[in-house]
């Protein structure tokens, strides 16, 4: 069941559950809204336990150094976050000011800093993976979650600028990283069914930039690198992608030199949790009361 | 008991409580340094519990123009981050990538989008609560928490780029926030004092900009404004300040036309939490391994 959008967006901020903060995809959140999202990240959590993943937490943001080794500029520069400061002395502040004053644009002068608001939860974690030195035989499994950032301002509730996303993340060889991915499109599945939200697994293509980008969506689809579960909200629009699973091959493996214990490159792969997206469908699926869900959708969130 | 700088560093990237990422202020967390935070952060729960403030969350960055409203870059220019992208076509998406690969600095041509990082938790606050219309003659009490960034690249741990903030927040009359001000202030001490942490609670003043700025450090002190609860951390510094006490007079109440019921401006008070610099001061005092730590302070963390 979807929601018309308008009709969305009225029916959250109205009950309170998202805060409009005078920008197209930054809002606050209610204790209700809060609630389901930490309700659903400790279902991940037990959906996952046997595993025992390392838990690690990241920042919002990585290094510039680091960032540039990810090549995320190449593939979505539109969507990246640069941050920058003034760097100036006590006459360039006072010019600064009068701009500010003046209702003109004052951001032309400021720098970029050595930090980069982090794209997606699994970034930071390569780097110090990487330098850790070779891994066990058995590969790596991490616990990560992070506030991450995407310049895409849209009237939809489900796409917003700064956004939760929790993931496990594997590191070993091609069958330990694929079969990781392939068991966790199973538990996915079951666990959102748990929440009685209607879904779909496909195979998915990102929005890489400009022309050379569509060499890399044929690219992805055609070796399958992403899949997402997908949950229709928005009348009109295509479903939400909710979860991902992707399969890196060895990029990070490559760009970070995180190697297996006999020393080749390893491969990665992860799987996401969308906080804010799950939060949206199971609103738009059961309405905006929690306490009106149905019981077994309460009880799974809830046990 | 402080510790040195450098044996602190070690300490804690040698136990791998903290994770470097490559730049100064950035840090990865585990699962144990991520435990004491949260233990904290219960902590301040409950100890604010009785007064039944109304939950708010709010991303890490707010609206370029909200963030122009608060007058933050008149006084700290330098520690705020807007958030940049790029903003061109695919032949300008060729240079860029062409200046990343020949290492030069391709942050120049990244344009400011519409959002700002956030400087202190209550910050996105104050739009929405001036936008509700004017308060109930108790005037009104919040519990915010939020990633802050500052950027002030610093070998100290406690001083990070990103960290997390939790405060409460208090409009109404200058009686009303100023009460709640002076009850956090010995509501505070207590608690970290049940946590067996040094401190001293002192007049604060802020990192003002420039020489415009000393004037204002000025009138902070000389008006009381901010109090500091300090936590002697490392050798050789001045103590971290933890938590701070700050009466914002009618500043917020103005500039986000915030009023009482009466229809006058209000004013605003705020109690903060400085998670990452309480989690450091406990591990300086009562050393890494959070189940050596004194009995009392681990049932006051995990009662």
């Not at 850790?132 to 009237?155: I, M, N, Q, T, Y």
């Not at 990070?252 to 020393?263: A, C, T, V, Y």
């Not at 792969?269 to 949206?280: K, Q, Y």
Request: aromatic share 10%; hydrophobic share 40%; charged share 20%.
């Amino acid at each position: 069941m979807t929601v018309q959008l308008e009709a969305f967006r009225k029916g959250l901020f109205d009950s309170g559950l998202l805060i409009p903060m005078g920008v197209d995809g930054l809002y606050g959140r209610s204790e209700t809204f809060e609630s389901i999202g930490t309700a659903f990240d400790a279902l991940v959590s037990r959906t996952g336990a046997a595993d025992k993943a390392e838990v690690l937490r990241f920042p919002p943001a990585l290094s510039k150094q680091v960032f540039e080794t990810t090549g995320y500029m190449a593939s979505f520069p539109q969507l990246a976050g640069t941050i920058h400061s003034f760097a100036g002395n006590d006459k360039a502040h006072a010019a600064l000011m009068r701009t500010i004053e003046a209702k003109e644009d004052w951001t032309t002068t400021q720098k970029a800093t050595q930090v980069v608001a982090v794209p997606a939860a699994c970034y930071p974690l390569y780097g110090p993976l990487g330098a850790r030195g070779p891994l066990k035989p058995e590969g790596a499994l991490f616990d990560v979650f992070s506030w991450c950032f995407r310049h895409e301002p849209s009237l939809e509730p489900t796409r917003m600028q700064f956004f939760r996303m929790r993931e496990f993340v594997r590191a070993g060889s091609p069958e330990q990283v694929q079969q990781f991915r392939e068991a966790w499109v199973e538990r996915g599945k079951k666990m959102m069914e748990s929440l009685q939200l209607p879904l779909n697994v496909d195979v998915a293509n990102d929005p890489f930039f400009g022309r050379a980008g569509r060499m890399l969506v044929t690219n992805q689809r055609e070796q399958a690198l992403k899949f997402e579960l997908l949950v229709p909200v928005i009348e009109g629009t295509s479903p939400t992608a909710c979860l991902s699973f992707n399969y890196h091959q060895d990029k990070f493996g490559l760009s970070f030199k995180i190697r297996k214990s006999d020393g080749e490159t390893a491969h990665t792969a992860c799987v996401g949790f969308g906080i804010e997206r799950v939060i949206l469908a199971l609103l738009a699926t059961h309405g905006y009361d929690p306490q009106k869900w149905p019981d077994r959708v309460r009880s799974a969130l809830w046990p």
